[in-house]
Structures are given as structure tokens and as C-alpha cells.
């Protein structure tokens, strides 16, 4: 086939945009162009990703990665469901023009082929329907959308093993369907100002694509007969950011103690007091350990030990080749690279889908979880527990091997040119 323009309509959330400019250039290596329409803030990135760029201009949007610039400071909300609320008002409903008006000029000033949207961004599908282009969304993360069968996003529970289990599943995802619910009058007096026919559920927006492409393994997530059937696995996209530092290993190479890769987001999560309690554990330990405390943290805030090396940023994919354990928040790009590395976890999820990615963790049997507000001590236990007992690396080597393998998923750049292809076809 001839080359495609794509559009890939994203924000600079953290963890979603490695993943997302992973797929960006599987498109444009195999011929394609790609336009990047998202915060000033990434625009070298997807420069360096071989993109094009068009900033954001009325819609929200950071113009610093420092805490003074997040959009949402979810970090400040220590329920799941009161973040689940604020992130759909603040963030989505209100918005709504906005963020869907810069879409529809950036697609008039410069057309595509098809629209690719980060699943936080369903005004992009709204446009792209409006339009009549093809579309589809990109979901960096496991599947947080109230499905029969998988528990709801936010508590971190575990699959339900029983009546009661079914129970509780299903009165939070009455709960959640609820909270999602109520960006629906935004949504829906945008699609009526679009001339849509109206919807009657958020999340039948944020699915109203010509293909969901999961950018992670369903030997990882939780799957359900109930999931959307335009749904595809693509597997997990491992690209570490462009603006990751080059690493070197300040131990000799015949050192044999175990090597402990932590890191807890590159965004701001209120984790220095975490990260500290991490070094104070490692450094009773036989391990030699390098945290990386990523660019929302300073230096000064996060003091190393003997055997703890602390750097801002470093890249997880070569370290993790080295490491014995990964210590992590559980956001799903580094979880993903600990486990398609072969490495077991100890989870310390911080908010987000964070908790739900820990549960899967442990789900799947490649490492344990903790709260936050663990001691010292229960973190030191916790990592002599996963460095000790082999079968948490058997069941992150599991996972590698799904991974590598590419078991249940599809080629993302044949799905993306599907969608153009079915689109032409059906002009």
C-alpha cells in the first residue's frame, strides 16, 4: 500500500507517550507520516520520533514538566473513586470544545489519512467521526473501562472467585459506570454541536473508534467474553523515552550481589517520602540498587547510599538486561519492561490505574504488593521475599516469554493500515 498520514492526538500524561511514540515509528518505518498534536513539552520527543509536531493551543496543555505544571494533580486525592470523579470533570468534561475544536483545526489546516487517539483524548474521536476519517484508539495501559467479568478501575482488587466476589464487582462498576457518567451532558452537547447523534455513556465515546488497540499482552491483563469485539492486543511497547540518560554501572563487573532497578513515575506522585523509605531498606541490604527518581523529583530531595546509586533518569530496558528486581509504582510502561525482561517486582503502587496493574501482578504471579504507606521494614522484607523465592521469577520469565512471542496479539501497523484501507474501501 502507498503511504498514510496519521494524526496521533495524545498529551503529556507520562507513561503514555513512550508506548504511543513506539507505535509512531513502526509507522513511519514502514513508510507512513506521522503528525503529533499534544503539550509543547513533547515536542522534541516526537521530533525524535521522526514526527511532525503541532502544539495544543486552547485546549489544556503543560508548558513545564515541572509539579508546577500538571494538569492534574491526582496525587492529592488519596480515594479512587473522588479521582476518578475530579479526572472526569477537570479533565475531560469541561474541556470538551475545547480540546475538540484545536482536533478539528489541525485537521483542516493539515489532513490525514486516519486519527490516532490516546485514550484520554475521546473529543479526537468525535471529531474523526464528524469528519468521516478513519480512527482508532490507543490504549497505553491495561483495560480500565467498567467491564462484566474484570474488576473495576481503582481498589486494585483481585478477579472475583465467587458469588460474592461477583457482587462486589458489580455494585463498583455501578459505582464507577456512575462517576464516568457524569461527563456525558459535555460530551453530548459537543457531539450535538457537531451535528452526532447523541450517546448514552462516556464510555461508549471513548470506544467509538474503528479499533481499540491495547498496547500491552492479554497474558498480562485480565480479559472478558464482554470486551469490546473491535478490541486488539498489540503488545506491550517498549521503547524507553528519548530523554533518558545514558547509563553506566558504577559497580566493578565481577560484583555478584543482586542488582535492584526502582523507579516510581517520571511524573509527580508525591513519592519522595516513598523513595526514601526504598533507600533506607536497600541500604541494609546485600544489593547494590539504582533508583532512578525521574525529572518531577530533584536531587536534593532523594539522598543515595553505600550501595544506592540515585540518578535523574536512566534507561530501564539495558538496566533491567542486569537487575534481579524491579521495585516500582507499578505504572504499566515499567512494568511492562520489568517483566518482558524477565524481572520479578515489588509493586508500591501510587494512584492512578496503578493499583489495578499491581493486582495483576500478583494475578499473575511475578511479584507482591505494598501500600505506600509501608515502613522500612516491610519493604526490606518484601524485597528479600521476591529476591529469595524463585517462583516470582518464573512467573515474571512466564510473562517474558508471552511477550517475545507476541502470544494473542496482532501487528499494530498492519491494524493501523487496516483501518485506512476499510475506510477507502467503504467510501
Not at 469528519?131 to 480500565?144: D, G, N
Amino acid at each position: 500500500m502507498g503511504a498514510r498520514r496519521y494524526l496521533l492526538v495524545t498529551w503529556d500524561g507520562g507513561g503514555n507517550l513512550p508506548p504511543e511514540l513506539a507505535v509512531c515509528r513502526k509507522l513511519i518505518a514502514r513508510g507512513h507520516s506521522v503528525r503529533v498534536l499534544g503539550d509543547p513539552t513533547i515536542e522534541s520527543e516526537a521530533r525524535d520520533a521522526g514526527c511532525e509536531f503541532s502544539p495544543w493551543t486552547t485546549a489544556p496543555h503543560r508548558t513545564t514538566r515541572d509539579r508546577s505544571g500538571d494538569l492534574i494533580r491526582d496525587y492529592e486525592w488519596k480515594n479512587p473513586l473522588v479521582m476518578i470523579k475530579r479526572y472526569m470533570r477537570d479533565f475531560l468534561a469541561e474541556p470538551t470544545p475545547r480540546w475538540a475544536a484545536d482536533v478539528h483545526a489541525e485537521l483542516v489546516a493539515r489532513p490525514v489519512d486516519a486519527v490516532l487517539a490516546d485514550f484520554a483524548m475521546p473529543a479526537a474521536l468525535m471529531v474523526a467521526e464528524q469528519l468521516r476519517l478513519p480512527s482508532a484508539m490507543l490504549s497505553p495501559q491495561i483495560w480500565v473501562i467498567p467491564t462484566p467479568g474484570i474488576p473495576p478501575l481503582g481498589p486494585g482488587f483481585m478477579p472475583a472467585g465467587g458469588p460474592l466476589g461477583r457482587m462486589r464487582d458489580a455494585l463498583l462498576r455501578a459505582v464507577t459506570t456512575r462517576l464516568f457518567n457524569s461527563a456525558l451532558p459535555a460530551l453530548n452537547a459537543e457531539r450535538q454541536a457537531r451535528g452526532l447523534a447523541p450517546i448514552r455513556s462516556t464510555y461508549q465515546q471513548m470506544l467509538r473508534a474503528d479499533r481499540i488497540l491495547m498496547l500491552t499482552t492479554p497474558a498480562f491483563d485480565l480479559t472478558s467474553p464482554a470486551l469490546p469485539r473491535h478490541l486488539a492486543w498489540v503488545g506491550p511497547q517498549l521503547d524507553d523515552p528519548s530523554w533518558t540518560e545514558t547509563w553506566r554501572s558504577p559497580w566493578n563487573a565481577d560484583d555478584e550481589r543482586p542488582l535492584v532497578l526502582v523507579g516510581l513515575s517520571s511524573t509527580f506522585q508525591d513519592q519522595v517520602t516513598v523513595l526514601r523509605r526504598i533507600v533506607d531498606a536497600l541500604a541494609a541490604l546485600p544489593v547494590r540498587a539504582l533508583v532512578t527518581r525521574g525529572p518531577a523529583v530533584r536531587a536534593e530531595e532523594v539522598p543515595g547510599a553505600n550501595n544506592v546509586t540515585v540518578v535523574a533518569t536512566a534507561p530501564h530496558g539495558a538496566v533491567l538486561r542486569e537487575a534481579s528486581l524491579l521495585v516500582t509504582h507499578c505504572g504499566h510502561g515499567t512494568t511492562m519492561k520489568g517483566l518482558a525482561a524477565g524481572v520479578p517486582l515489588v509493586c508500591i503502587p501510587m494512584g492512578r490505574d496503578q493499583n489495578d496493574t499491581a493486582a495483576r501482578v500478583v494475578y499473575r504471579g511475578a511479584g507482591v504488593r505494598l501500600k505506600p504507606t509501608a515502613d522500612v521494614a516491610a519493604i526490606r522484607r518484601a524485597i528479600e521475599r521476591v529476591l529469595r523465592e524463585p517462583s516470582y521469577r518464573a512467573g515474571a520469565q512466564r510473562l517474558a516469554a508471552a511477550i517475545r512471542d507476541g502470544e494473542g496479539c496482532v501487528d499494530v501497523v498492519d491494524a493501523l493500515e487496516a483501518i485506512v484501507n476499510a475506510g477507502r474501501a467503504a467510501a
